[in-house]
């Protein structure tokens, strides 16, 4: 479904991104791991249309969108729940929803997704007319990643999911990740919290300093005492 190959990202002089490969197969949950600044948001980011790789190029099915407009991409399939949420605090948790779905024109499907979402978020269903910005983080997550489905993704970019959340809260998200998983969405997740992450992925890559350092099948990685020593510690 995707496959990077070789992709160098840059800000300014920083080298973010280098020589990055991977592959996403249809179907799975594949998992990217790495400490605070290894460059996991960078790559969800050039993934998602927001930046552009130096070198390299990303084959989305047979199609090369490495610097395509976001638009595009997210009208090819792929939408990414950013980092920290950001739902819009002054809108309607159902406004909300709504414009995860403006490129779209498909009424009914539309109307379709919006109950897949309800369903899937209950809370969301009793709050739809109430303030984004007065939800908790946890429902904030949930927005945000509903908001996301709103686009009626085949590839879900998901960025740290778990960040700031108590664990029952991150439980909850992390089923909603498998079952949206088993109803044919793939999905990429970028993680800090390893544990978590490797549990309901099936492959996984480790990111270091913007580098590809290890990879395997989820198992191999939470067996491996080089990710244990780095990414399990205490758990
Ligand atoms: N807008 C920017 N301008 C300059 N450097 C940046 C910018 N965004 C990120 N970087 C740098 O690029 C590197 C990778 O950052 P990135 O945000 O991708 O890491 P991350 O793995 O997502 O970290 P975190 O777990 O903290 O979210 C870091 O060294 C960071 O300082
Ligand atoms: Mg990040």
């Known amino acids: 479904m995707l496959k990077v190959n070789n992709i160098d990202v840059f800000y300014g002089n920083i080298h973010a991104l280098k020589d990055i490969s991977l592959e996403v197969i249809e179907g799975e949950i594949v998992t990217l791991i790495g400490a605070n600044g290894a460059g996991k948001s960078t790559l969800l980011k050039t993934l998602s249309g927001l930046l552009k790789p130096k070198h390299g190029n990303i084959l989305y099915f047979t199609q090369q969108i490495a610097g395509k407009p976001a638009q595009t991409i997210v009208k ?28 779209r024109n498909d009424r009914d499907g539309i109307k379709k997704d919006m109950d897949y979402v309800y369903e899937l978020f209950p809370i969301l269903d009793e709050r739809r007319k109430q303030l984004s910005g007065t939800l908790s983080g946890g429902e904030q997550q949930m927005l945000a990643m509903g908001r ?3 686009a009626k993704p085949k590839l879900l970019l998901m960025d740290e999911p ?3 959340l ?3 809260v991150v439980k909850k998200i992390f089923e909603i990740i498998k079952a949206v998983n088993s ?8 993680e800090q919290n390893a544990n978590m992450a490797l549990s309901i992925a099936d492959r996984a ?8 350092v290890l990879s395997g099948t989820a ?16 758990l």
């Open 219 to 234: 198992k191999e990685l939470q067996e491996s005492e080089q990710v244990k020593a780095a990414y399990l510690g205490g």
């Open 183 to 190: 109803q044919g969405t793939t999905v990429l997740l970028v």
């Open 166 to 168: 108590a664990p029952l």
């Open 148 to 150: 996301a489905l709103m």
């Open 205 to 212: 890559y480790v990111l270091e300093t913007g580098k590809i």
């Open 162 to 164: 778990s960040m700031g």
């Open 76 to 103: 090819s399939g792929i939408s990414h729940v950013p980092e920290g949420r950001r739902v819009f605090s002054n809108m309607s948790v159902e406004e909300n929803l709504e414009l995860g779905a403006y490129l």
